[in-house]
């Protein structure tokens, strides 16, 4: 099973700020089945990138995915207030589907 | 609008059966796949197995495998998860979630449910 490994574990910035996150794969994850997900408290996740760096519907182009192999990397480039939450990643390239354990991003 | 609707919270003592449900509309029910997600208290996202309702072929996580049952009723578009014994270590927050993409490899979910909260106490 391949494992993912998300950093930092708690990210605080301010709003305007650019967030980078992180999520390392324990081997290669096949092709580009990499995705990303915010959960707010309280709420259902939601697939904010899928396939890498494609954005699912609806998500502002403020968010952008990139990596391969074993390193991925979501980034924010400017942090609205809305954004401040939990990322998850997760590979789908290899059963089980796993995910990362998470990413805080708080309000500095 | 595709929608994902969760049956309600449930409480029950360890040992007890459950059956979860999750109820797809406003896209074509056989043609995704859908999958279960574990969240414990406090705790991040677990992937725990997915079918696909047109012909319930099943994909269980080895953590989850024999410990729970995933299955489907495409007549009524309804996707279930259903324990024969529970646990207090199965309390938890489950989503279903629609399946897209590579579901080989477990798939990337793009609409989920709004969640059925498990609680198991005696």
């Known amino acids: 099973e391949i494992v993912l490994t998300q950093s930092p574990g708690t990210l605080s910035l301010s709003p305007g700020e650019r967030a980078t996150l992180s999520c390392r794969a324990s081997q290669s994850v096949s092709y580009t089945y990499l995705a990303w997900y915010q959960q707010k408290a309280g709420q259902a996740p939601r697939l904010l990138i899928y396939g890498v760096s494609s954005r699912a519907t609806g998500i502002p182009d403020r968010f952008s995915g990139s990596g391969s192999g074993t390193d991925f990397t979501l980034t924010i480039s400017r942090l609205e207030p809305e954004d401040f939450a939990v990322y998850y990643c997760q590979q789908y390239g290899s059963s089980p589907g796993a995910f990362g354990q998470g990413t805080k991003l708080e309000i500095k | 609008e595709v929608q994902l609707v969760q049956s309600g919270a449930e409480v029950k003592k360890p040992g007890e059966s459950l059956k979860i449900s999750c109820k797809g509309s406003?896209?074509?029910?056989?043609?995704?796949?859908i999958g279960w997600v574990r969240q414990m208290p406090g705790k991040g996202l677990e992937w725990m197995g997915i079918?696909?309702?047109?012909?319930?072929?099943?994909r269980y996580s080895p953590s989850f495998q024999g410990q729970v049952t995933i299955s489907a009723d495409k007549s009524i578009t309804t996707a279930y998860l259903q324990w024969s014994s529970l646990k207090a270590s199965d309390t938890a927050m489950y989503y279903c979630?629609?399946?897209?993409?590579?579901?080989?490899?477990?798939?990337?979910?793009?609409?989920w449910g709004q969640g059925t909260l498990v609680t198991v106490s005696s």
């Open positions: 406003g896209y074509t029910f056989t043609s995704y796949w």
């Open positions: 979630a629609r399946g897209r993409g590579y579901c080989s490899g477990g798939c990337y979910f793009d609409y």
């Open positions: 079918i696909y309702p047109s012909d319930s072929d099943t």
